[in-house]
């Protein structure tokens, strides 16, 4: 029987933590890289904690070799990227990397506008530096690129960002995604994505910010102190293709549901 590849998050941040969750559940074989891990991983097995930093090259070697990796900070400064990649990302070894829906383009257009919606056809903003490394890592080493849209779960509170007036009511349309659905995407476009593509992962249900604002005062009473100004109409992210792709079906669907459960297991902030 030959052993399974080592599967390494690079950066166990928020989603990060949530993917090495779900994959040891599963009973991957999986390792957690962090740029400080006695103090950021103490959670984690020892023998499953990695020193990664992408600033460091003598870091580098600490990855095992092969490794299937997914790749969760921005994919920046590009030499870095370069240079890591031709050291540590290559066949067998599979690569998912972490980007934003922020890479599409979409300027301007009336403010009462419904913005068009966005697939991954849609042109990217190749002058902003982390779509460089992620067209560079998905070009040159088959990475599988996810333009995430914002991430929100435990502990990310759409409710908290507006009760403290982060989020107003706009008119702005917003996509989100919830935090277990995206880290049971990555594993699948690991393990099922096409190398060398791009997968939009979003809950497929565009929000105006008014709309949310109007339902979370209905059933919390929350209220942002953030008054509505002009802004722009936002966009709105297609998330057909990686559903379809790696055949998944969202486990919260339902905005409003996800968050009723998160307010309901929300930690008070403490006073001093
Ligand atoms: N938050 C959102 O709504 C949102 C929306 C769309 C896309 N995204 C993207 O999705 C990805 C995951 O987001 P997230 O919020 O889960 O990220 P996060 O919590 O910031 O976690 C990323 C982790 O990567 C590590 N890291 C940062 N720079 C590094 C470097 N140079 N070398 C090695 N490790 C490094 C850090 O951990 P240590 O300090 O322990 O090393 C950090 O905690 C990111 O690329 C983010 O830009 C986020």
Redesign the pocket.
């Known amino acids: 029987m030959t052993t399974p590849r080592a599967l390494v998050i690079?950066?166990?941040?928020?989603?990060?933590?949530?993917i090495y969750k779900l994959a040891r559940q599963q009973s991957l074989p999986i390792l957690a890289?962090?740029?400080?891990?006695n103090?950021?991983?103490s959670d984690v097995e020892p023998s499953r904690r990695i020193r990664?930093?992408?600033?460091?090259p003598s870091?580098w070697s600490g990855l095992p070799p092969d490794a299937d990796l997914i790749?969760?900070?921005?994919?920046?400064p590009l030499e870095?990227v370069r240079a890591f990649a031709r050291h540590s990302c290559r066949p067998p070894g599979r690569l998912v990397?972490?980007?934003?829906?922020?890479a599409y383009d979409r300027e301007g257009g009336p403010l009462d506008d419904l913005p068009p919606w966005i697939d991954e056809a849609h042109p990217v903003n190749t002058g902003l530096p982390?779509v460089q490394g992620e067209e560079y890592l998905r070009t040159h080493h088959e990475a599988i690129i996810?333009?995430?849209?914002?991430?929100?779960g435990p502990n990310?509170n759409p409710v908290e960002w507006i009760r403290q007036g982060r989020v107003g009511p706009t008119n702005k349309f917003v996509n989100?995604?919830h935090?277990e659905d995206?880290a049971h995407l990555c594993l699948l476009a690991l393990q099922r994505g096409q190398a060398g593509d791009t997968y939009n992962v979003s809950d497929g249900h565009p929000r105006r910010w008014a709309d949310i604002c109007a339902e979370v005062s209905g059933r919390w009473g929350v209220v942002s102190a953030r008054q509505a100004d002009r802004s722009e109409s936002g966009k709105r992210i297609r998330n057909h293709k990686i559903l379809t792709h790696v055949g998944y079906t969202l486990q919260h669907p339902e905005f409003y549901d996800a968050l009723q459960s998160i307010e309901a297991h929300r930690q008070p902030p403490i006073r001093l």
């Open positions: 690079l950066g166990s941040g928020y989603t990060g933590r949530w890289s962090s740029r400080h891990p103090r950021h991983l990664f930093d992408l600033a460091e870091t790749w969760t900070f921005p994919a920046t870095q990397v972490l980007g934003s829906t922020s982390r996810l333009r995430v849209a914002g991430i929100y990310r989100l995604i935090v995206l």
